[in-house]
């Protein structure tokens, strides 16, 4: 169990590099850190977090030269505005620690001075290439026509006298390492690329580059300073007080380092869990690289077709939903983590965020709580009512829900533990439309009281189902939870609450509840033009006399919806006039179609035919689907529903989508009418 676990649960962000403002590229990494950190809090254990910023680079003192300010001001600046906006995200970190703070250069040198008693670090030439856009150092096989193959970046050659670290005798440790404890490096498929990358052989690495005025010196060395990549990576034991705290051991080794897949394979990976060999210092226990926001396939930056800076986020979903800012930061904190595909990367798009802020949390979080409370108000006087019998089903899925969600967190998968909540949310919505409560209290108002008594079980469900999905979501949503349990009559604050308190039965009878107030109010309008765009940081200025550019994306202008392709699972064909040739049974059987139930429904961003849904097909398997229906069914419509999938059709990204499988419809005179099973079936049940 967490909870019997004593040592502080240590928790790292990357720390950003200063050479300009904070987008929701580095505001995603930092708030899944802090949702992380909340959760162990819920399950009891102590929690500390860390972030900061990286102000010794090259390319952070050449943004200073360009910008025309002192470097040491720049940074400073930049600092505060990076700790800032991590604040109004409500990201509630520890220790902020800058590369430019003596406790950090004094780690820094006496990092270095031990690694070179010890003998790992030896003074020789390099002559090799460079990236100062990568503060990284490339081999030959790395390069082609000057430019870093690996980022795209350029590189320049150079010849300098430095100091190298002795990475070529670490490979079969860290290896050796990796095999040993498989739930070091996540998830698995990055994992594999470190072992790749070190089984190709390590060479010694140059960790030193000729001083220029900025950068922490090297000890006895004061022509050189020590490589942005080696200072920076030590920040994380800095902070807890190593070498002089002799207490820094009870936070060490950190429990979780959560970063970028750009930092992972070369420097968090290896370079990092080598160097702390090297000193006979504890590995970290978990090193997780998520994916990347994309922008036309590309990786989201800071210039041009870019990411939005994440307060003009903020403030952009409160004004167009009307409510405060505080809320609307919880929705962005929500929705980045909703939105992402952890591991992999994930198209960005603002219209995509204002969507899913309708469809999760205005219409289905939103409607949970506005009904149950409605009707509570209406049939009960607003005062909860005593039960003398609970609902098996409800109270069953409500424990599930929290064993996935336990789960999804334990593997760094926050999609997939709000997935699983909404799960519990959607089937309450649907649990209140098949009950009929307002059915049930025109019987109970006739005398009918067994009515009565399923009036109040179904209205006590509801209810304690939106306590249990405030303290789930509480992590994500720390300000929206306390206001969804002000208004069930609830005033401890969500942060007291701790993973016992998701047990049935939390609600007590005689509970007088608020009348309902929106927390997310509905977006009205969904649409950005590139004014607004810019007015993110997320696009370039628009031209005044170009008026093919009103209506935009985050990354580009609408493109017309391509013509589907022979295996697109989107909109069904159409009815064949000649008659296919026969196949073979066996030819049948290599068709896997499974019963799947939709668990979410939305559209796609510029796409007028095309839903996006998310479809269960097994006990622990959910899997996204574009279908060509949107002409023809509502999301709200589909979601519960029963679908037939083609489970083994090869996945195809469309739209930044991949597209995990196809729907069966019929074509009915050019409508798509869904194939369904007559009666409710397992999800994943096979069709044969």
């Keep these: 169990m967490l909870d019997s676990q004593p040592k502080t649960y240590y928790i790292t962000t990357p720390i950003y590099y200063v050479n300009g403002l904070p987008h929701v590229g580095s505001a995603f990494t930092t708030v899944s850190c802090d949702v992380l950190a909340r959760y162990q809090r819920l399950r009891g254990r102590k929690a500390w977090l860390l972030t900061g910023t990286d102000e010794n680079a090259t390319k952070v003192q050449e943004a200073a030269n360009k910008a025309n300010v002192p470097t040491q001001q720049f940074v400073d600046g930049l600092a505060v505005a990076y700790a800032e906006c991590w604040k109004r995200l409500h990201i509630d970190f520890d220790d902020f620690i800058r590369t430019t703070e003596p406790r950090h250069v004094r780690a820094v040198q006496e990092f270095f001075s031990r690694l070179r008693d010890r003998g790992f670090i030896y003074l020789d030439a390099y002559e090799g290439w460079y990236s100062v856009s990568d503060e990284t150092f490339y081999r030959d096989s790395e390069v082609a026509d000057g430019i870093a193959i690996e980022t795209g970046k350029p590189v320049v050659r150079t010849q300098e006298q430095n100091w190298f670290f002795r990475l070529s005798a670490f490979g079969d440790r860290l290896l050796s390492h990796i095999q040993e404890n498989p739930d070091f490096l996540l998830p698995e498929f990055r994992r594999n690329e470190v072992i790749g990358f070190i089984g190709e052989g390590l060479r010694d690495m140059s960790i030193t580059r000729p001083y220029r005025g900025w950068g922490i010196q090297v000890p006895g060395d004061p022509a050189n300073y020590i490589y942005v990549w080696f200072d920076a990576l030590i920040n994380y034991l800095a902070a807890v007080g190593w070498p002089d705290d002799p207490n820094w051991a009870e936070k060490w080794p950190a429990d979780l380092h959560f970063m970028g897949k750009e930092i992972f394979v070369r420097f968090h990976a290896t370079l990092w869990p080598a160097m702390l060999m090297a000193l006979d210092i504890p590995l970290p226990k978990q090193v997780y690289a998520h994916g990347w926001w994309t922008v036309q396939g590309a990786k989201g930056g800071k210039t041009g077709a870019s990411l939005p800076h994440p307060t003009r986020l903020t403030r952009l979903l409160a004004e167009r939903s009307g409510t405060t800012e505080d809320l609307a930061a919880d929705a962005l904190r929500y929705l980045l983590c909703r939105e992402m595909n952890y591991g992999l990367d994930t198209e960005f798009s603002v219209e995509n965020c204002l969507r899913r802020y ?16 409605n009707m509570l108000v209406r049939y009960c006087d607003g005062v909860v009512p005593a039960v003398t019998s609970h609902d098996p089903e409800i109270a069953a899925l409500s424990l599930e829900v929290q064993e996935e969600t336990a789960r999804a967190f334990t593997e760094c998968r926050l999609n997939a533990a709000l997935e699983s909540i909404w799960r519990l949310v959607g089937r309450m919505n649907k649990y209140i439309d098949e009950k009929a409560p307002w059915s049930l209290a025109k019987a109970a108002a006739t005398g009918d009281e067994a009515a009565r008594e399923a009036l109040h079980t179904v209205l006590y469900a509801c209810l304690e189902v939106v306590r249990l999905v405030s303290i789930l979501v509480s992590p994500f949503l720390p300000v929206a939870a306390d206001a969804l349990l002000a208004q069930i009559g609830l005033s401890d604050p969500v942060a007291a609450a701790r993973w016992e308190d998701l047990a049935w039965v ?6 007088r509840v608020s009348p309902p107030q929106p927390v997310f109010p509905r977006i009205q309008e969904l649409t950005v033009d590139e004014k607004v765009l810019h007015s993110l940081g997320s696009a370039n200025p628009p031209a005044e006399s170009d008026p093919a550019k009103e209506k935009v994306n985050i990354v580009s202008e609408a493109v017309p919806e391509a013509s ?22 066996d030819d049948f059987m ?13 559209p796609v961003a510029n796409a007028t035919k095309l839903l996006r849904l998310a479809v269960q097909t097994g006990e622990d398997e959910t899997r996204v689907i574009l279908s060509g229906i949107a002409e023809y069914y509502k999301p709200e419509d589909l979601v519960g529903k029963q679908v037939v999938v083609v489970a083994n059709l090869l996945p195809r990204k469309m739209r930044g989508i991949e597209s995990q499988g196809m729907l069966l419809a019929a074509d009915v005179d050019g409508r798509a009418v869904l194939v369904h099973p007559d009666t409710v079936v397992p999800p994943g049940s096979r069709v044969r």
């Design 506 to 511: 939390g609600l007590t009878p005689g509970t």
């Design 564 to 585: 589907p392709k022979p295996g697109t699972p989107v909109a069904p064909v159409e009815t064949m006039t000649e008659a296919a040739p026969p196949i073979t049974i």
């Design 590 to 602: 290599k068709v896997q179609l499974l019963i799947g139930e939709v668990l979410s429904a939305e």
């Design 358 to 373: 309708n469809t999760d949390l205005a219409n289905d979080l939103g409607n949970l709580l506005n009904r149950t409370l």
